[in-house]
């Protein structure tokens, strides 16, 4: 172990001289080179860190604004399924209230058709009732019956009118 530690002391005084004349030399002609190059590896390094937060604040606007749209596209859609509900439900009262309509008007059709029909049976019916009378009235006067026969006959006409 002695002698690990017993170094001559004219080599480590050369040694030391050595080291400082390298020393000298370095920093005389290649200090500034040196500097120069940490100094640019520096600035490099942190325009490297400048552009990754620049890039991560744009990152982050460009996803906030994508959030935004996407929120404002949901919210139209949401908007427009609304309005589509409520035009189609719209058309379906529409559609109802107009067969609603249509059916009064069929039956008031029916109803007037009915009522015609009624008018021209009743119009006909008192034609015939009519034509009927004369004729009864030409047989009673042609058989110049009695009173009890004139009772009868009319009684028998009354009869077979309300059959018809």
């Known amino acids: 172990m002695d002698s690990i530690l017993n170094i001559p002391h004219g080599l480590m005084f050369w040694t030391i001289i050595n080291f400082g004349v390298f020393l000298f030399l370095v920093v005389k002609f290649g200090g500034k080179a040196i500097v120069k190059a940490i ?17 991560e604040k744009s990152a982050r606007e460009l996803f906030a604004q994508s959030q935004a749209q996407f929120d404002n596209a949901q919210q139209q859609i949401n908007e427009m ?21 249509v059916k ?26 009519a034509d009927m009378v004369i004729i009864a009235t030409e047989k009673i006067l042609s058989d ?11 009684e028998n006409y009354i009869s077979q009118l309300n059959k018809n």
């Open 39 to 55: 100094n640019q590896r520096e600035e490099s390094i942190q325009n490297s860190i400048d552009a990754a937060r620049e890039a």
């Open 104 to 129: 009064k008007a069929k039956v008031e059709d029916a109803l007037k058709e009915i009522e015609r029909s009624k008018e021209q049976a009743l119009k006909q019916l008192r034609t015939e009732v």
């Open 144 to 154: 110049k019956l009695d009173k009890d026969k004139d009772f009868q006959l009319v």
């Open 81 to 101: 399924l609304i309005k589509g509900r409520e035009q189609s439900e719209m058309q379906l009262r529409r559609a109802a209230e107009e067969a609603e309509k």
